[in-house]
T-cell receptor
Framework: AQKITQTQPGMFVQEKEAVTLDCTYD???????LFWYKQPSSGEMIFLIY??????QNATEGRYSLNFQKARKSANLVISASQLGDSAMYFC???????????FGKGTSLLVTP | SAVISQKPSRDICQRGTSLTIQCQVD?????MFWYRQQPGQSLTLIAT?????????ESGFVIDKFPISRPNLTFSTLTVSNMSPEDSSIYLC???????????FGPGTRLTVT
């Protein structure tokens, strides 16, 4: 079975600062993908970034980067230069490539302050 | 990426009735999924819907309660049958791109059952 753990229920960061959202995972399958999604109060799930278990380099998408530490089974999301519009719930998810279901963590609520 | 629309965006329904949610994608995709997000919770996969085959349901979800159709590669419907207040949730469809493992979500349907 796969498990995703997000230990930070809520985080605060000041505008223009960087913030790291933690995510650890557990799986015995060697082939898997890790995802981060943003969910604003409107409820939509916005895809941010994807990292495959065999990818050699950490994934980056604009201000988002994924700090992938395979031996530690962690996949932390780093948001650089935070903006007020980054305030939202952030979900880490994993999928083993032999299946299709995304298993989600409980989420981290991020609040960006002026 | 994919542009996904859902109808309705929200609805308030009476106990015992049924609601059909539509999901439309702007490109042909093999894999479509239906998720449920109960208030304050993370997302849970209801079923996987492939065109031309019966939907595959996750543990705890049954076809009689959540019948799904997938008539073509750009469209799917989820029906929530014989609703009770416990069915009040956000229902989201998602697709997996055929050339990558990235999964994108629709804007969700916010359902309230009274």
């Amino acid at each position: 079975a796969q498990k995703i753990t997000q230990t930070q229920p809520g985080m605060f960061v000041q505008e223009k600062e960087a913030v790291t959202l933690d995510c650890t995972y557990d799986t015995s399958d060697p082939s898997y993908g890790l995802f981060w999604y943003k969910q604003p109060s409107s409820g939509e799930m916005i895809f941010l970034i994807y990292q495959g278990s065999y990818d050699q380099q950490n994934a980056t998408e604009g201000r988002y980067s994924l700090n992938f530490q395979k031996a530690r089974k962690s996949a932390n999301l780093v948001i650089s230069a935070s903006q007020l519009g980054d305030s939202a719930m952030y979900f880490c998810a994993m999928r083993v490539l032999s299946g299709y279901a995304l298993n989600f963590g409980k989420g981290t609520s991020l609040l960006v302050t002026p | 990426s994919a542009v996904i629309s859902q109808k309705p965006s929200r609805d308030i329904c009476q106990r015992g009735t049924s609601l059909t949610i539509q999901c439309q994608v702007d490109s042909q995709v093999t894999m479509m999924f239906w998720y449920r997000q109960q208030p304050g919770q993370s997302l849970t996969l209801i079923a996987t819907a492939n065109q031309g085959s019966e939907a595959t349901y996750e543990s705890g979800f049954v076809i009689d309660k959540f019948p799904i159709s997938r008539p073509n590669l750009t469209f799917s419907t989820l029906t929530v049958s014989n609703m009770s207040p416990e069915d009040s949730s956000i229902y989201l469809c998602s697709v997996e791109m055929d050339t990558t493992y990235e999964q994108y979500f629709g804007p969700g349907t916010r359902l309230t059952v009274t």
